[in-house]
């Protein structure tokens, strides 16, 4: 996706981006995280009665519009735009206006807080690996769900390390939390109900997944890229 000297997002052949629907993709995501139309008009800055009326129309809107959503939605232009879901992601020039900053702690457990996917960094017996899990965030650990006698499960009671990534193809811009820490099997069956009603991760792979897994990190790490503002118009020819 490119952006028209006005600054509207304008998509090209083979874009799977479609703006006609940010409307649904907005109130979906509004709903996912349980937040009010006023909140998120308030976090964006635009005025409550536009931002319903994005919601139920088709309303083509401009480049910092669609930035202050996807900020208060703690999402990407790119996925408010419905683009790059099939493609791996990364593959767009970098852009010229950005900044980079440091997380500080609290700033590192927001990211992390809403759950979803991140990454588990361990040793196996044929040398590292990094694998995804679905994860939520209870009283400052990490939650997984896995098999037992898997990978993730004989990780037990060892070093590991948890990453989770956010990226905006559209703006070359993201978001990176690494933590360290041990991993341990949670054994409480009072815990596992306390998690399952307040942080059950739900995993997507399926299957019979009742070993609960904490992470209880010692250090935690991480760095954002700003958008400065919008890419340079060509810099992605």
Known sequence: MRTTNGGQPHTQPGDSADPGD????????????????????????????????????????????????????????????GGGHSAPVGRSRANARVRTEELDRAACWEKLGPGGVGRVVLTTSRGPAALPV??????????????????????????VAFEVDQLDETFATGWSVLLNGTVSVVPAEEAVRRFRRHADPRPWAGGTRDVWMRIKPAVITGRIIRPGGPPIIGASE
């Open 22 to 81: 940010l409307g649904r993709r907005v109130a979906h995501r509004r709903a996912e995280l349980g937040l009010a139309r006023g909140l998120v008009a308030e976090r964006s800055g635009l005025d409550p009665g536009f931002l319903e009326y994005l919601e139920t129309q088709s309303v083509p809107v401009g480049v910092d519009t669609l930035t202050r959503l996807a900020d208060a939605l703690d999402t990407t232009v790119t996925d408010l735009l």
């Open 134 to 159: 679905n994860y939520r965030v209870l009283d400052a650990t990490v939650l997984y769900r896995t098999v037992a006698g898997g990978t993730l499960a004989g990780a037990a009671d060892s070093e």
